[in-house]
Protein backbone atom coordinates (compact mmCIF):
# COMPACT_ATOMS: atom_id res chain seq x y z
CA UNK A 1 0.00 0.00 0.00
CA UNK A 2 1.24 3.52 -1.10
CA UNK A 3 -0.17 6.63 0.84
CA UNK A 4 0.25 10.02 0.04
CA UNK A 5 0.10 13.26 2.84
CA UNK A 6 0.62 16.48 0.83
CA UNK A 7 2.14 19.31 2.26
CA UNK A 8 2.02 23.25 0.78
CA UNK A 9 5.40 24.74 0.79
CA UNK A 10 4.49 27.73 -0.63
CA UNK A 11 6.92 27.89 -3.57
CA UNK A 12 9.54 25.79 -5.73
CA UNK A 13 10.86 23.17 -4.06
CA UNK A 14 14.86 23.36 -4.78
CA UNK A 15 15.66 20.23 -2.59
CA UNK A 16 14.19 17.72 0.05
CA UNK A 17 15.66 15.27 2.47
CA UNK A 18 15.21 13.63 6.38
CA UNK A 19 17.10 14.74 9.36
CA UNK A 20 17.21 11.90 11.15
CA UNK A 21 13.65 11.03 10.72
CA UNK A 22 12.64 14.63 10.05
CA UNK A 23 11.52 15.15 6.63
CA UNK A 24 12.76 19.04 5.42
CA UNK A 25 11.85 21.19 2.40
CA UNK A 26 14.21 23.32 1.22
CA UNK A 27 12.12 26.02 -0.92
CA UNK A 28 13.14 28.81 -3.58
CA UNK A 29 12.05 32.02 -1.29
CA UNK A 30 14.14 31.30 1.82
CA UNK A 31 12.16 29.22 3.92
CA UNK A 32 12.79 25.63 4.90
CA UNK A 33 9.67 23.62 5.99
CA UNK A 34 9.92 20.76 8.70
CA UNK A 35 8.06 18.80 9.80
CA UNK A 36 8.65 17.18 13.27
CA UNK A 37 6.63 15.19 15.82
CA UNK A 38 4.89 18.65 17.05
CA UNK A 39 3.77 19.66 13.88
CA UNK A 40 5.04 21.56 10.81
CA UNK A 41 7.79 24.87 11.43
CA UNK A 42 8.39 27.54 9.16
CA UNK A 43 12.41 28.37 9.16
CA UNK A 44 13.97 31.59 6.97
CA UNK A 45 17.00 30.98 6.65
CA UNK A 46 17.87 33.70 3.44
CA UNK A 47 16.81 36.78 3.12
CA UNK A 48 16.10 36.43 -0.60
CA UNK A 49 15.84 33.24 -2.44
CA UNK A 50 17.41 30.00 -1.60
CA UNK A 51 19.40 28.55 -4.63
CA UNK A 52 20.77 25.11 -3.41
CA UNK A 53 20.69 22.49 -0.14
CA UNK A 54 22.32 19.45 0.48
CA UNK A 55 22.30 17.39 3.98
CA UNK A 56 25.43 17.20 5.57
CA UNK A 57 27.19 13.64 5.13
CA UNK A 58 26.34 13.15 9.19
CA UNK A 59 23.11 13.46 8.04
CA UNK A 60 21.79 16.13 10.77
CA UNK A 61 22.15 19.34 9.40
CA UNK A 62 20.98 20.74 6.08
CA UNK A 63 23.58 23.40 4.14
CA UNK A 64 21.48 26.28 2.13
CA UNK A 65 23.38 28.95 -0.21
CA UNK A 66 21.17 32.29 -0.97
CA UNK A 67 21.33 35.03 -3.51
CA UNK A 68 21.95 36.74 -0.60
CA UNK A 69 25.70 35.38 -0.47
CA UNK A 70 25.39 33.18 2.56
CA UNK A 71 25.96 29.76 3.28
CA UNK A 72 24.06 28.22 6.35
CA UNK A 73 23.36 25.44 8.36
CA UNK A 74 20.13 24.08 10.01
CA UNK A 75 20.62 21.56 12.53
CA UNK A 76 17.51 19.13 13.31
CA UNK A 77 16.19 20.94 15.87
CA UNK A 78 15.77 24.29 13.61
CA UNK A 79 18.45 26.20 15.04
CA UNK A 80 21.08 27.70 12.59
CA UNK A 81 23.81 29.60 11.99
CA UNK A 82 26.25 31.20 8.98
CA UNK A 83 29.05 29.67 8.03
CA UNK A 84 30.05 31.58 5.24
CA UNK A 85 29.73 34.55 3.56
CA UNK A 86 30.25 36.29 0.03
CA UNK A 87 28.68 39.62 -0.26
CA UNK A 88 26.87 40.64 -3.67
CA UNK A 89 27.31 37.01 -4.95
CA UNK A 90 24.79 34.51 -5.50
CA UNK A 91 25.75 30.94 -3.98
CA UNK A 92 24.18 28.40 -5.95
CA UNK A 93 26.50 25.48 -5.18
CA UNK A 94 27.19 23.23 -2.74
CA UNK A 95 28.27 19.96 -1.35
CA UNK A 96 29.22 18.58 1.64
CA UNK A 97 32.35 16.86 2.73
CA UNK A 98 33.94 14.67 5.54
CA UNK A 99 34.89 16.11 8.72
CA UNK A 100 32.22 18.87 8.73
CA UNK A 101 33.70 20.62 5.20
CA UNK A 102 31.45 22.64 3.07
CA UNK A 103 32.34 23.30 -0.89
CA UNK A 104 30.58 26.56 -1.98
CA UNK A 105 30.79 27.94 -5.31
CA UNK A 106 29.35 31.05 -7.05
CA UNK A 107 30.48 32.30 -10.41
CA UNK A 108 34.10 31.56 -10.91
CA UNK A 109 34.45 31.14 -7.46
CA UNK A 110 35.22 27.60 -5.46
CA UNK A 111 36.11 27.24 -1.70
CA UNK A 112 35.99 24.77 1.22
CA UNK A 113 34.87 26.38 4.34
CA UNK A 114 36.48 23.65 7.19
CA UNK A 115 34.99 22.63 10.21
CA UNK A 116 37.43 25.35 12.03
CA UNK A 117 35.72 27.80 10.12
CA UNK A 118 39.13 28.26 7.79
CA UNK A 119 38.41 29.29 4.09
CA UNK A 120 40.76 27.40 1.41
CA UNK A 121 40.03 28.94 -2.29
CA UNK A 122 39.72 26.40 -5.71
CA UNK A 123 38.21 29.69 -7.56
CA UNK A 124 38.89 28.92 -11.80
CA UNK A 125 39.54 30.88 -14.69
CA UNK A 126 35.81 30.40 -15.83
CA UNK A 127 32.73 29.64 -14.24
CA UNK A 128 32.48 26.92 -11.85
CA UNK A 129 29.42 24.48 -12.81
CA UNK A 130 29.77 21.90 -9.51
CA UNK A 131 31.48 20.82 -6.74
CA UNK A 132 31.75 17.03 -5.29
CA UNK A 133 33.82 15.87 -2.60
CA UNK A 134 35.75 12.17 -3.04
CA UNK A 135 34.15 9.48 -1.22
CA UNK A 136 37.71 8.83 1.29
CA UNK A 137 39.87 11.57 2.27
CA UNK A 138 39.53 15.39 1.56
CA UNK A 139 39.23 15.97 -1.91
CA UNK A 140 36.95 18.25 -3.97
CA UNK A 141 36.11 18.22 -7.83
CA UNK A 142 35.72 20.98 -9.40
CA UNK A 143 33.69 20.82 -13.02
CA UNK A 144 34.12 23.70 -15.35
CA UNK A 145 34.56 24.39 -19.07
CA UNK A 146 36.74 21.87 -20.68
CA UNK A 147 36.88 19.41 -17.85
CA UNK A 148 37.23 18.97 -14.30
CA UNK A 149 40.13 19.52 -11.65
CA UNK A 150 40.57 17.49 -8.73
CA UNK A 151 42.75 18.71 -5.79
CA UNK A 152 43.24 17.81 -2.20
CA UNK A 153 42.12 20.53 0.12
CA UNK A 154 44.39 19.70 3.10
CA UNK A 155 47.65 19.20 0.95
CA UNK A 156 49.99 21.11 -1.18
CA UNK A 157 50.25 18.18 -4.11
CA UNK A 158 49.35 19.15 -7.84
CA UNK A 159 45.40 19.09 -9.01
CA UNK A 160 44.80 16.82 -11.40
CA UNK A 161 43.28 17.65 -14.57
CA UNK A 162 40.52 16.21 -16.06
CA UNK A 163 40.13 17.87 -20.14
CA UNK A 164 37.17 16.86 -22.46
CA UNK A 165 35.64 19.63 -24.61
CA UNK A 166 32.39 22.01 -23.45
CA UNK A 167 30.64 23.21 -20.83
CA UNK A 168 30.88 20.63 -17.75
CA UNK A 169 27.78 21.62 -15.28
CA UNK A 170 27.19 19.26 -12.41
CA UNK A 171 29.95 16.50 -10.86
CA UNK A 172 29.76 13.23 -9.14
CA UNK A 173 32.24 10.55 -7.63
CA UNK A 174 31.29 6.65 -7.93
CA UNK A 175 30.93 5.66 -4.12
CA UNK A 176 33.98 3.47 -4.42
CA UNK A 177 36.21 6.45 -5.81
CA UNK A 178 37.17 4.72 -9.30
CA UNK A 179 35.07 7.08 -11.40
CA UNK A 180 34.49 10.63 -12.23
CA UNK A 181 31.60 11.80 -13.82
CA UNK A 182 29.60 15.05 -15.43
CA UNK A 183 27.02 16.44 -16.43
CA UNK A 184 27.70 18.40 -20.15
CA UNK A 185 25.38 21.81 -20.68
CA UNK A 186 24.84 19.66 -24.34
CA UNK A 187 22.40 16.23 -23.64
CA UNK A 188 25.21 14.05 -22.22
CA UNK A 189 27.50 13.09 -19.21
CA UNK A 190 30.81 12.37 -19.48
CA UNK A 191 33.32 10.13 -17.40
CA UNK A 192 36.74 9.41 -16.50
CA UNK A 193 38.28 6.27 -14.87
CA UNK A 194 40.66 7.64 -11.86
CA UNK A 195 43.08 5.40 -12.86
CA UNK A 196 44.17 5.91 -16.05
CA UNK A 197 42.29 9.16 -17.19
CA UNK A 198 40.51 6.90 -19.67
CA UNK A 199 37.86 8.93 -21.09
CA UNK A 200 33.85 7.89 -20.93
CA UNK A 201 30.53 9.34 -23.02
CA UNK A 202 27.26 8.70 -22.08
CA UNK A 203 25.20 10.15 -24.85
CA UNK A 204 21.80 9.73 -26.41
CA UNK A 205 19.82 12.12 -23.74
CA UNK A 206 17.13 14.58 -25.56
CA UNK A 207 17.17 16.71 -22.99
CA UNK A 208 19.33 17.97 -20.21
CA UNK A 209 20.58 15.38 -17.34
CA UNK A 210 20.18 17.49 -14.36
CA UNK A 211 19.69 14.74 -11.84
CA UNK A 212 21.58 11.91 -11.07
CA UNK A 213 21.31 8.75 -8.19
CA UNK A 214 24.14 6.00 -7.41
CA UNK A 215 21.99 2.58 -6.45
CA UNK A 216 23.14 1.16 -2.95
CA UNK A 217 25.61 -0.72 -4.07
CA UNK A 218 27.28 1.73 -6.21
CA UNK A 219 26.69 -0.07 -9.05
CA UNK A 220 24.30 2.10 -11.68
CA UNK A 221 24.20 5.87 -12.00
CA UNK A 222 20.60 6.78 -12.13
CA UNK A 223 19.91 9.83 -14.41
CA UNK A 224 17.55 11.90 -15.29
CA UNK A 225 16.75 13.78 -19.03
CA UNK A 226 15.61 11.29 -21.16
CA UNK A 227 11.46 9.74 -21.07
CA UNK A 228 12.82 6.75 -19.06
CA UNK A 229 15.77 6.96 -15.99
CA UNK A 230 18.62 5.89 -17.84
CA UNK A 231 20.78 3.92 -15.52
CA UNK A 232 24.72 3.19 -16.62
CA UNK A 233 25.93 0.14 -15.28
CA UNK A 234 29.46 0.94 -12.90
CA UNK A 235 30.65 -2.36 -12.81
CA UNK A 236 33.21 -4.03 -14.59
CA UNK A 237 36.63 -3.35 -15.34
CA UNK A 238 35.10 -0.68 -18.02
CA UNK A 239 32.57 1.44 -16.37
CA UNK A 240 29.60 1.80 -18.68
CA UNK A 241 31.56 1.90 -21.72
CA UNK A 242 30.74 -0.97 -24.33
CA UNK A 243 27.35 -1.85 -22.14
CA UNK A 244 24.07 -0.68 -22.56
CA UNK A 245 22.03 0.63 -19.99
CA UNK A 246 18.81 0.28 -18.18
CA UNK A 247 16.04 2.40 -19.61
CA UNK A 248 13.13 2.14 -16.24
CA UNK A 249 10.16 4.05 -16.12
CA UNK A 250 9.63 4.81 -19.87
CA UNK A 251 6.89 6.98 -20.67
CA UNK A 252 6.29 8.02 -24.47
CA UNK A 253 5.29 12.05 -23.50
CA UNK A 254 7.03 12.83 -20.29
CA UNK A 255 10.73 13.67 -19.51
CA UNK A 256 12.10 12.82 -16.29
CA UNK A 257 13.24 15.42 -14.52
CA UNK A 258 14.52 13.69 -10.90
CA UNK A 259 15.74 10.58 -9.89
CA UNK A 260 16.47 9.09 -6.74
CA UNK A 261 17.81 5.41 -5.42
CA UNK A 262 16.35 3.72 -2.83
CA UNK A 263 18.86 3.03 0.02
CA UNK A 264 19.20 -0.56 0.11
CA UNK A 265 17.36 -1.76 -2.83
CA UNK A 266 18.19 -1.79 -6.59
CA UNK A 267 14.94 0.49 -6.66
CA UNK A 268 14.64 3.85 -8.01
CA UNK A 269 12.01 6.99 -7.76
CA UNK A 270 11.53 8.84 -10.68
CA UNK A 271 10.13 11.89 -11.13
CA UNK A 272 8.37 13.10 -14.44
CA UNK A 273 7.78 16.18 -15.77
CA UNK A 274 4.12 16.55 -15.19
CA UNK A 275 4.48 15.83 -11.35
CA UNK A 276 4.25 12.02 -11.56
CA UNK A 277 6.49 9.38 -9.58
CA UNK A 278 7.04 6.10 -10.06
CA UNK A 279 9.41 3.60 -7.92
CA UNK A 280 11.05 0.94 -10.40
CA UNK A 281 12.73 -2.01 -9.67
CA UNK A 282 15.68 -2.97 -11.98
CA UNK A 283 15.57 -6.51 -12.22
CA UNK A 284 12.43 -7.05 -13.73
CA UNK A 285 11.25 -3.16 -14.52
CA UNK A 286 8.32 -3.86 -12.49
CA UNK A 287 6.43 -0.15 -11.49
CA UNK A 288 4.65 0.87 -8.41
CA UNK A 289 2.89 4.74 -8.46
CA UNK A 290 3.72 6.28 -6.19
CA UNK A 291 2.22 9.72 -6.88
CA UNK A 292 -0.34 11.12 -10.17
CA UNK A 293 0.70 13.94 -12.08
CA UNK A 294 -0.10 17.11 -10.37
CA UNK A 295 1.42 20.79 -10.79
CA UNK A 296 4.90 21.61 -12.09
CA UNK A 297 7.35 18.68 -12.69
CA UNK A 298 9.03 17.31 -10.03
CA UNK A 299 12.14 19.25 -8.50
CA UNK A 300 13.41 17.35 -5.41
CA UNK A 301 12.89 13.16 -4.37
CA UNK A 302 14.35 12.21 -1.08
CA UNK A 303 14.42 8.79 0.54
CA UNK A 304 14.62 8.08 4.19
CA UNK A 305 17.09 5.72 5.83
CA UNK A 306 14.37 2.80 6.11
CA UNK A 307 13.45 3.29 2.58
CA UNK A 308 9.83 3.37 3.61
CA UNK A 309 9.21 7.14 2.71
CA UNK A 310 9.74 9.43 0.24
CA UNK A 311 9.75 13.20 0.28
CA UNK A 312 9.10 14.94 -2.98
CA UNK A 313 8.83 18.53 -4.00
CA UNK A 314 7.67 20.15 -7.28
CA UNK A 315 8.46 23.39 -9.30
CA UNK A 316 4.73 24.82 -8.76
CA UNK A 317 5.56 24.05 -4.65
CA UNK A 318 3.54 20.98 -4.29
CA UNK A 319 5.03 18.62 -1.68
CA UNK A 320 4.53 15.77 0.50
CA UNK A 321 5.37 12.33 2.07
CA UNK A 322 4.82 8.89 0.49
CA UNK A 323 4.73 6.17 2.37
CA UNK A 324 4.98 2.91 1.77
CA UNK A 325 4.30 -0.20 3.82
CA UNK A 326 7.38 -2.67 2.99
CA UNK A 327 5.76 -5.88 2.00
CA UNK A 328 6.60 -5.14 -1.74
Not at 299 to 306: F, I, K, R, T
Request: charge should be negative; include cysteine; charged fraction near 20%.
Amino acid sequence: MVSVAPLDPGGYVVATTFLGEQPVFAVGDGLVVMLTDAGERRITLHEGGLLAACRSLEGDALITGGDDGTVRRMSADGSHETLAELPRKWIDLLAAGPQGSVALGAGRIAQVRLASGEIRDFSQDRAVGGLAFAPKGLRLAVARYDGATLQFVNAAAQAQELAWKGAHKGVVFSPDGKYLVTCMQENALHGWRLADGQDMRMTGYPGKVKSVSWSAKGRYLATSGANAAILWPFFGKTGPMGQQPLQLGARSDQLVTHVACHPEEEVVAIGYQDGMVLAVRFSDNREVLLRRPGEGEISALAWDQAGFRLAFGTSAGEAGIISLDGSG
